[in-house]
């Protein structure tokens, strides 16, 4: 049994990670200042002896005896993410400097959420974690991807300065049940449109690709590699690709909806292709996603229909 501090664990994939560390026997703190996530995520886990829940903000220090740190902290949607720029990069660069001094202090091991966002909108494809991506440092996006690249950094600079014992998990596009309803990303916009039979916003032509990985393979990877040795950054996500087009049209197949496809401005430095190649994580972590892009989506309507 371990005690295991997850910051941002009232948001989408932290309220999913707590729960199964919980139900491996472990001690959970979850700390959140509640910012995109809800207690709603994580109701049936209080009252369970072994869970806390601390209000907190990770631009501010923070001290517990703790063996494991997952920080999840961070907005991730573009819409969550760009409502306040400086606090964005405030959170991923103070957060991961105050959770990296925790883990320095208790000579605990640290999980950086990272994302595919810090290879930017990509000149090569699929994604292989040597490439160093192609960012704007001064768009829309920056304060998120910028943000993250640097939080790579510190973890790398703990590292080698501290001998800070870490794992840097890049993130794709994730989804499933308990995403914010009104978070603006794509699976939640369009399973929402659907549902109401209103028109479905495609950004662009919908030519842009995204490949979705479905929350519990996230989970399992996230544990995976917190439980190897592996100190470099990983590409976690699901390789099944598809136009934005396309996958406005399955939604809409999917739940039988009378809804039309609209087109709508592309925003600023949108990803054109964005496509994990996993063979690092297979290799090394022994895990592939398991969820049918079919089956993720069937759970996560089913989640939005109970919702609205
Ligand atoms: P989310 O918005 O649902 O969860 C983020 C959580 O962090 C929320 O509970 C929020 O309240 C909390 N939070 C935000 N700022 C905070 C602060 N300053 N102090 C304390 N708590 C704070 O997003 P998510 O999709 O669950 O993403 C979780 C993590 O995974 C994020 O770091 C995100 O960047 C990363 N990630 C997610 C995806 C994805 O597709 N979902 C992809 C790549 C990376
Ligand atoms: N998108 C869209 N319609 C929407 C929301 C998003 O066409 O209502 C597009 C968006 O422009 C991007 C892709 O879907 O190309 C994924 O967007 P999301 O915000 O989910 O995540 P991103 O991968 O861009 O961070």
């Not at 910051?7 to 995109?36: P, V, W």
């Not at 969550?80 to 991923?92: D, F």
């Not at 490439?131 to 993250?148: A, F, H, T």
């Not at 430095?269 to 969820?291: C, F, G, H, T, Y």
Request: glycine share 6%; hydrophobic share 35%.
């Amino acid at each position: 049994m371990k005690r295991i501090l997850i910051t941002g664990g009232a948001g989408f994939i932290g309220s999913h990670l707590s729960e199964r560390l919980l139900n491996e026997g472990n001690d959970i703190i979850c700390l959140d200042n509640f910012y995109t996530g809800s207690k709603d995520n994580i109701r049936h886990l209080i009252g369970n002896n072994r869970f806390e829940l601390v209000r907190h903000d990770v631009i501010n220090e923070y001290n517990i005896e703790i063996d494991e740190i997952y920080n999840l902290a961070c907005p991730a949607s573009p819409v969550h993410y760009q409502y306040n720029p400086v606090k964005t990069m405030k959170t991923s660069v103070m957060g991961i400097i105050n959770m990296l001094e925790l883990a320095k202090r208790c000579n605990a091991k640290i999980l950086q959420a990272s994302t595919s966002e810090v290879y930017g909108d990509p000149k090569i494809h699929p994604q292989t974690e040597e490439y160093w991506g192609n960012v704007n440092p001064i768009g829309l996006r920056s304060c998120y991807d910028e943000g993250k690249r640097a939080a790579e950094t510190l973890m790398i600079d703990y590292r080698r300065q501290n001998n800070v014992n870490i794992r840097i998990a890049r993130i794709f596009n994730t989804y499933g049940p308990k995403m914010a309803l009104n978070d603006g990303r794509v699976v939640s916009n369009f399973i929402i449109q659907a549902l109401k039979n209103e028109p479905i916003t495609v950004y662009g032509t919908g030519s842009q690709t995204r490949a979705f990985c479905y929350v519990s393979d996230i989970v399992d990877a996230l544990i995976k590699l917190m439980n190897s040795s592996y100190s470099l950054p990983v590409n976690l996500g699901n390789p099944d690709e598809h136009s934005i087009l396309d996958f406005a049209k399955y939604i809409i197949e999917l739940t039988n909806s009378k809804s039309e496809i609209i087109f709508k401005e592309l925003p600023m430095d949108d990803p054109m292709q964005r496509e994990p190649d996993i063979s690092l994580a297979k290799s090394i972590l022994n895990w592939e996603p398991k969820v049918s892009l079919k089956e993720g989506l069937l759970n996560t309507i089913k989640y939005f229909e109970e919702r609205i």
